[in-house]
């Protein structure tokens, strides 16, 4: 590939209120190949692809498309040129159908240029879905009534819809399902064939190796080098990101489960999940792993009482605890971190502080008042052990990285002294080396004692964490695995309904 | 660049008052610093033109300038809880008409204090039925408090009967018509609820989880706080503010009308909006809101004194209150 490079990005750097975001980044890939960019959080993967993208200006550099330079300063212009982006944050409508968003701004008209051709837009809609392998999303339904997973199935659409020549791809996969990814593979696919040019930003480094030519590393806004993926081993690829050899990914497990601590009954929310039955002991890592839509999100809030279960009983200690909400589950020592952090496990817009002490307020306050000096001192404790960065209990949450953001959440529960934790993928969207460090504090937790569900739908972080592993699927609890049986293969074979 | 230096200047002065801030106040302040540095400015400005007419610097002038901000202050103390809720309330006005004449009209037959809490209890009652609506039934608190302010303002017509009530004495002294030395009453009892309502966002758990609530409803429910419980506080608090504002607004004119208060929600909103509130929740305080306040005051006292039309003032506030928000939004 080397000087048919179509795309060259020379010398382009960024920077944003003197944070130097991008510094003298060259970058180029050729048309026909997927070409991953990794790196960690803020190492500046995104601005890159938003440059490209035209979403964002950029300080100096210039870009070159078959060798020859192009504008690039709105998104209007890299679309005309060719160049569509999939974003991490969605760019649809929500209270518009899956038709309209598909087509915006390209909607077929009737003979009078005003009047919409409804039938005909919506053909052109099931075609783009057909033909790139997304089936079994009606393209009448408003955006916002979809699952998030085919809300990104439909941005990607979107995106592909206009035949682009080169394609971004911003974590598409962080909210997808394994089946769903393998559909979005198989176009990616097909794309390259086509001769476009995909480029393919992940967390995941699996997936990157699985679809990616070639791998690019970013770090600290620099590019640290391109490699091919099949000459080069995970291991490598992660050293030149975090730019050293990481300790041990998973921690030790150092104690054994104790007595049964949580005891799940029979519990049933009609729509989402039957008949769950299980139990966690002190200190025990239970990993629960199904694919999106599976149920698992439900169950965990059911116990937590933040969504009602229509039967069944949830046991904690030996007692049945019936907590109609949050407040009550929380004051029987549950504790829960959900799926998506800004959307309901933070408050960005306001600092670390109220944060870390919103479940335990009460516990610092003497007659409604809080006591300031109690309070700080037990958000700086939790702000230590768990190394969040910048230290400082005062600043606003919104400003933090994700993986720090994350790190707020798990204070706030670590405070309350919950005796069960939910964890429902607690590393969505964290860089590895964060990832790797929220780790070691689930495990700290489980041999302090705690009896942690571990939720997720990456199967290396299930396998290992986990001391036993439950599946789910369709709502069912489906299998249930020692560590010693649990693989990748058996978990996802049970996962997916593939019988062994 | 021609004003590159100066740019560099002053970008120099705010860091470092806002280094100051940091260490004196902590570094919530710091970053709130940014927020006040262009009310100050403003404040000097309008000083600075109120220097032009010999009757700003006069304690009369003053004074009035205080009794004045009553109403607006302390409604919009009430106003500013509710936004920062994520809420809104309309109601305000109204509330301030039947509280008002609920306390004028009652002195007479029940005495000053009894007539007093009653209009102040009416106040938080309307407030009971408002924040119950929002926080049991999910309804939209704009459509709710625009049903309670229609409501509350019919109710007070079928009371009053007569289009307004005159004032006991004893009532009209105690209040609106008060003086400790030079200064108001009314401006003392405003002015003292600023800190009260500071204290209560800044060092209360109910105060830091009604902040919490508007910037993310779900995150403070599943926090195990009783999301609804501290909603129909905040709307409590701004019937009761509202309430206060009418009884001492009754008590200043001498006559209590039906027909007062239509509006007083738009000034309330825009002192908070000026004060850094955010509609929709997750942003906004007591010191941005006395500024606010302060402000919308100024610009009416001053052009009052220059003898400018009403209807150019509320043009200038309107200008305002953009510049404002866009002014913060550049600090951003």
């Not at chain 1, 394994?178 to 476009?196: H, N, P, Y």
């Not at chain 1, 109220?354 to 702000?383: C, H, P, Y």
Request: net charge neutral.
């Amino acid at each position: 590939m080397g000087n048919l490079d179509s795309l060259q990005m020379l010398g382009i750097s960024k920077s944003y209120d003197g944070t130097q975001a991008l510094r003298e980044v060259d970058f180029s890939a050729a048309i026909g190949e997927v070409h991953a960019i990794v790196g960690e959080n803020g190492a500046g993967k995104t601005t890159l692809v938003k440059i490209l993208a035209g979403a964002l200006e950029r300080d100096a550099g210039k870009i070159l498309l078959d060798g020859k330079p192009v504008d690039l300063s709105t998104p209007l212009h890299a679309r005309r040129l060719g160049i569509r982006a999939v974003h991490q944050e969605f760019s649809l409508v929500p209270h518009l159908t899956v038709t309209e968003n598909i087509l915006m701004g390209q909607m077929p008209t009737a003979r009078l240029k005003w009047w919409v051709d409804w039938p005909e837009a919506r053909r052109r809609a099931e075609e783009i879905l057909q033909e790139i392998g997304f089936t079994g999303i009606n393209v009448r339904t408003p955006v916002s009534r979809l699952s998030v997973s085919h809300q990104q199935m439909v941005e990607i659409a979107k995106a592909v819809a206009e035949r682009p020549r080169i394609l971004i791809l911003d974590e598409p996969s962080a909210v997808l399902s394994q089946e769903e990814l393998k559909r979005l593979f198989a176009l990616i696919r097909t794309l390259k064939v086509e001769s476009t040019l995909i480029l393919y930003i992940s967390h995941r480094l699996d997936e990157v190796f699985e679809v990616a030519d070639r791998i690019t590393v970013l770090k600290d806004g620099e590019l640290v080098g391109t490699v091919h993926s099949q000459e080069t081993k995970q291991g490598q690829l992660i050293k030149m990101m975090v730019g050293r050899t990481l300790g041990e990914i998973y921690p030790g497990r150092h104690t054994q489960p104790g007595e049964e601590i949580l005891s799940v009954r029979g519990l049933s929310q009609e729509g989402s999940f039957a008949d769950v039955s299980f139990s966690l002991a002190r200190g025990e890592i239970l990993g629960l792993f199904g694919l999106v839509g599976s149920g698992r999100t439900q169950l965990a809030r059911c116990i937590f009482g933040a969504e009602p279960p229509t039967s069944g009983e949830i046991h904690l200690e030996g007692k049945v605890i019936r907590s109609k909400s949050p407040r009550d589950a929380v004051k029987a020592g549950i504790a829960l971190l959900t799926e998506d952090r800004k959307r309901d496990g933070l408050v960005i817009s306001c600092p670390v502080r109220d944060n870390v002490i919103l479940a335990t307020m009460e516990q610092v306050s003497r007659w409604g008042f809080l006591d300031r000096r109690q309070q700080d001192a037990q958000v700086r404790s939790k702000v230590q052990e768990l190394d969040i960065r910048p230290p400082q209990v005062g600043r606003l949450v919104r400003t933090l990285s994700g993986g720090n953001q994350q790190k707020v959440v798990l204070a706030k529960w670590l405070l309350s002294q919950a005796k069960v934790l939910i964890l429902d993928e607690p590393t969505r969207g964290v860089d590895v080396a964060t990832k790797v460090e929220i780790y070691h504090i689930i495990g700290d937790l489980a041999d302090r004692g705690i009896g942690i569900l571990f939720i997720s739908s990456e199967l290396p972080e299930i396998l290992g964490m986990s001391d036993r592993a439950l599946v789910m699927r369709e709502g069912h609890l489906v299998g249930e695995f020692t560590r010693a049986e649990a693989s990748e293969e058996s978990l996802l074979a049970c996962a997916s309904g593939v019988i062994q | 660049m021609p004003s590159s230096s100066s740019v560099r200047q002053e970008t120099r002065v705010r860091a470092f008052l806002s280094a100051q801030a940091g260490r004196w106040f902590g570094e919530e302040a710091r970053r709130r610093w940014a927020d006040y540095i262009y009310m100050a400015v403003f404040v000097v400005l309008v000083l600075i033109a109120a220097s032009a007419s010999d009757a700003f610097f006069t304690p009369r002038n003053i004074s009035n300038l205080f009794r004045q901000i009553v109403t607006n202050g302390l409604i919009s103390l009430g106003m500013l809880v509710v936004i920062l809720t994520a809420g809104i309330d309309l109601s305000v006005g109204s509330i301030v008409a039947l509280s008002g004449i609920l306390a004028a009209g009652l002195t007479d037959q029940i005495g000053l204090v009894p007539a007093i809490l009653v209009g102040l209890v009416a106040g938080v009652l309307v407030g009971v039925v408002n924040g119950l609506v929002v926080a049991r039934f999910k309804l939209a608190p704009f459509i709710v408090t625009l049903a309670t302010m229609s409501a509350a303002r019919g109710a007070v017509y079928v009371y009053s009967e007569i289009p307004q009530v005159p004032s006991n004495p004893a009532f009209r002294a105690a209040l609106g018509g008060g003086f400790i030395g030079p200064v108001p009453v009314a401006a003392v009892i405003m002015v003292t609820c600023f800190p009260l309502v500071w204290l209560f966002l800044n060092r209360t758990t109910a105060g830091r989880a009604i902040v919490a609530i508007g910037g993310n409803e779900e995150a403070v429910r599943l926090a195990g706080i009783n999301v609804g419980r501290h909603i129909l506080l905040a709307y409590m608090i701004c019937g009761f503010f509202s309430g206060l504002a009418g009884v001492i607004l009754a008590s200043r004119l001498g006559i209590a009308q039906p027909s007062v208060g239509g509006g007083y929600e738009l000034d309330a909103i825009a002192a908070v909006v000026i004060g850094g509130g955010i509609l929709g929740g997750g942003g906004g305080g007591a010191v941005g809101t006395f500024g606010g306040v302060l402000i919308l005051g100024l610009i009416d006292n001053l052009l009052n004194l220059f003898a400018v039309q009403t209807y150019y003032q509320q043009i200038l506030k309107g200008f305002i209150i953009v510049f404002s928000v866009l002014a913060r939004r550049k600090e951003g």
